[in-house]
């Protein structure tokens, strides 16, 4: 998504992915971050795992369970764990379209 595209939808934006942890090579997590800090925004990090090998690499932490109401202010003050899910963790999704065509 372009920078322009953001701002046209940024009052729809409740939290912002500042680290994707399969993202190796179009990682944007720093621009992403500034842009949330920018706008208030929580940040959230995740592994973006589609197998086992790339659970839980990155993550947000936080101090208590969210609510739909309580979100936006438990993801403010999240801690991030920002890992690369590994070789075999990117490919996956690759992985998995090829055995799905292979058994289709």
Same mark, same amino acid.
């Given at each position: ?34 842009? @949330?800090?920018?706008? %208030?925004?929580?940040? =959230? *990090? ?9 659970? +839980?690499?990155? #993550? ?8 739909? @109401?309580?979100?936006? %202010?438990?993801?403010? =003050? *999240? ?9 075999? +963790?990117?490919? #996956? ?12």
């Amino acid at each position: 998504m372009t920078h322009a595209a953001l701002e046209r939808i940024a009052n729809l934006v409740d939290i912002m992915e500042i680290h994707n942890g399969r993202a190796l090579f179009q990682n944007r997590g720093s621009r992403a971050e500034d842009w @949330a800090r920018s706008h %208030q925004r929580p940040g =959230a *990090a995740s592994s973006d795992a589609h197998g086992w090998h790339g659970w +839980g690499k990155s #993550y947000s932490e936080v101090d208590r369970k969210p609510q739909a @109401a309580t979100l936006r %202010q438990v993801m403010q =003050a *999240a801690r991030y764990r920002k890992r690369f899910v590994g070789p075999i +963790g990117a490919l #996956y999704p690759k992985f998995n379209r090829l055995r799905k065509a292979v058994h289709a």
